[in-house]
């Protein structure tokens, strides 16, 4: 008897996960870890206002949620300055990468994006059986113009660039991506992931219009706003763009709790404030913790500290490893040079307390290997 | 300048919405609705154990949910008395559909469903540029034998049979399924929906095993559980099809809140037996409202009622307008013969009053027209 038939494309795919999960680690450790500073997280977490609000709508989670994200939309647009239409909520900034591509990619076309900058969007494109051709980091940035020349050689439809940076934190000036962008080509859409810039100095957000033709936005609840297992994101772009997630989106798939706690943390800017002091005091606090051990922290505009271990990728990864194994979960670049650095995310005091008991030890550890 | 381009599949899309929400419908009609007795929510809500778990898991949805599920899927597992590798966990049936349509249909490639069925299915298929192919209800219900001699006609990849069926409420005992399953075609993934089979009768879920490649069965804690605004389903299969999902699924796209709201839900199983209770007097009472107003009940295994008003579809639908104008939101069938039926969800006793008050009004206006 034959199985199911899969596609041509879909038996070409590995059952990959883009990333492992920090459950899936403390199972196989058999303990919890002590700090969780892998993820970019907000250990800070949501707004109280969105604690209650979600309590408040757990009584109602009978109810599907709006399909429209009415009511969320119309507060984003009001917080943006900008129209409902150019505003599309999903689950997630993962969620709305995936239809984006589904939206535009067919087997064989071209995306561009550096090499070593976020799996995911990696994972939906060549889950749509799209080619993927990068191009390297720039100390330790990415590279618009170098991100738009490859775009126009290789005719993509799409150019992935993440302003501020994961995993390395850097960021560009939001001028300064309008700027480069004069050099996009035809026809060529850039997706602008702007996951982290609510914690970036001002002037990071790009200053287009919102039915700026040439470019969608990324935003998303998971990182300042702290409520990454809510799986609220949104995307900004112009109306025909916005609309088109229509044809493939699942319309009843946002969760109700979510949209009523997104909505309550958009209009709590006083918390989100109070994050952004709390993650500028951590990055300093992880710099410090670096330099004591003789390494050197990157810049950062992110909830994260991208700290270089000062050697090779091997090197970094055992250095991450002997953390992981003391209860400390952190992740890394997965690119070279990039990965000569572990990644460490924003946690509270008595996270970084216990990351500055660990890190020594796990540099021994590293060095003696 | 060129817009963005979408593949030739996305142009030829609609975007359209396969349900319009209820909230829509109370925006534009200016006020909410009496009852909201049209998407087949469990008005009788959630185990309060689920409401308890998912109001404790709101701080700390700062973290990503687990990204494979484990202990929902290991509690499902045990539920079923099947291996954890038999179960993959979604959002919601409408997203595993999603997910099990890209993995098996490319353009052209065809599927089989009945005429009326499950239109979130369809949309689906047509978003990655299957063919439907129909047949009709027999006598209200879905026809396993002649959507199994279609898809042997067809060639089809995936054939869809929902039991018990919505919109009907029709069923079949589930030994009568793996019968005419003899007739399911070499090559043929039969896909199973079985969204409401905790409201039907013993002996209604299909006796099938696990590990069967022939079926991949749908289930959902949207329904009799109460969490339809959780976006919570799974499904049962064989390891390799279930492992197929990881393929394309969006790994962290579980809501966390939901994924603890599910995990109690399950474990209270006094609620569900208290729901189960509630659904079947409300059944009772909708067949008792129709039959008082001359019209006829259909027999149900959901958490729904078919009432056939006696004339065609368009006499249905001018009833089911003028019920939605008194604020009595009901759905109907979207194809022939099955629409000359409105489809009321189980309610409260106060809804179901609403509903009593409204019908008579809602014919003679119908009648007028």
Redesign the interface.
């Known amino acids: 008897?034959?199985?199911?038939?899969?596609?041509?494309?879909?038996q070409s795919?590995?059952?990959?996960?883009?990333?492992v999960?920090p459950?899936?680690q403390e199972?196989q450790r058999g303990a919890p870890f002590l700090a969780?500073l892998g993820?970019n997280?907000?250990?800070?977490?949501?707004s109280p206002r969105?604690?209650e609000a979600?309590?408040q709508a757990?009584?109602?989670?009978?109810?599907?949620?709006?399909?429209?994200n009415?009511d969320l939309r119309h507060a984003l647009a009001d917080h943006h300055g900008i129209s409902p239409d150019n505003i599309v909520v999903g689950?997630?900034i993962?969620?709305l990468l995936?239809y984006l591509v589904?939206?535009?990619?067919?087997p064989g076309?071209a995306v561009v994006t550096s090499d070593g900058a976020y799996p995911t969007f990696n994972y939906h494109v060549a889950?749509y059986g799209g080619a993927i051709h990068k191009v390297p980091y720039s100390n330790d940035h990415e590279d618009p113009a170098a991100l738009f020349t490859k775009a126009a050689e290789v005719g993509a439809?799409l150019v992935y660039l993440a302003n501020p940076d994961n995993p390395m934190g850097s960021w560009h000036r939001g001028a300064d991506i309008v700027t480069a962008m004069d050099a996009l080509p035809?026809?060529c859409?850039l997706v602008l992931d702007e996951a982290y810039v609510e914690c970036a100095p001002d002037g990071t957000a790009a200053p287009v219009a919102a039915d700026d033709?040439?470019v969608i936005r990324m935003r998303t609840f998971?990182k300042v706003f702290?409520?990454?297992?809510?799986?609220v994101g949104y995307a900004i772009g112009?109306p025909?763009?916005i609309?088109?997630f229509?044809?493939?989106r699942?319309?009843?798939?946002?969760?109700?709790?979510?949209q009523a706690?997104a909505l309550a943390a958009l209009h709590d800017q006083d918390w989100l404030a109070q994050v952004q002091t709390r993650i500028a005091s951590a990055r300093d606090r992880i710099g410090a913790i670096a330099r004591d051990n003789g390494l050197s922290p990157l810049p950062s505009a992110t909830n994260f500290v991208a700290i270089d271990c000062g050697r090779d990728g091997a090197f970094a990864k055992a250095v991450l490893e002997a953390l992981v194994a003391q209860g400390i979960f952190v992740r890394m670049p997965f690119a070279a040079p990039q990965n000569r650095c572990i990644r460490v995310s924003c946690g509270t005091e008595a996270d970084l307390n216990a990351f500055a008991t660990a890190l020594p030890q796990a540099l021994a550890a590293a060095r003696s290997a």
Do not use: C, Q
Not at 1 to 10: D, E, F
Not at 13 to 19: E, N
Not at 226 to 231: C, E, F, K
């Open positions: 008897m034959t199985g199911p038939r899969y596609t041509p494309l879909a795919l590995p059952a990959t996960v883009p990333f999960g459950e899936t199972r969780r993820a997280e907000s250990v800070f977490g949501p969105a604690i979600m309590r757990a009584g109602g989670i009978w109810m599907y949620g709006d399909p429209e009415h689950e997630g993962d969620g995936g589904r939206l535009m990619v067919a076309d889950g439809k035809d026809g859409l033709p040439r998971s702290g409520m990454a297992g809510a799986r112009a025909g763009l609309s088109a229509n044809k493939v699942n319309h009843f798939g946002m969760n109700r709790i979510a706690g």
